[in-house]
């Protein structure tokens, strides 16, 4: 995937947003993905799960991988 704004980054922000951390999955991001998906699962019990879920869209579309 090529940068921030790079259609990669718009799918990745997409699958975010129906389950959390798959898009960082997707970005081959594994514990950031683990990391966003736990978090979104326990605190939706709190409610507070919408937070890390916006966490996680935003996250995956702002990505840019290292040079």
Do not use: E, T, Y
């Given at each position: ?9 718009v799918l ?13 999955l997707l970005?081959?991001?594994l514990?950031?993905a683990?990391?966003m ?11 507070l ?15 840019k991988?290292a040079?």
């Amino acid at each position: 995937m090529a940068g921030q704004g790079s259609g990669g980054n718009v799918l990745a922000a997409l699958c975010s947003f129906f389950i959390p951390g798959l898009g960082q999955l997707l970005q081959g991001r594994l514990v950031r993905a683990a990391i966003m998906f736990v978090l979104a699962a326990a605190l939706w019990f709190v409610f507070l799960g919408w937070v890390i879920h916006l966490w996680s869209v935003i996250d995956a579309a702002k990505f840019k991988p290292a040079s």
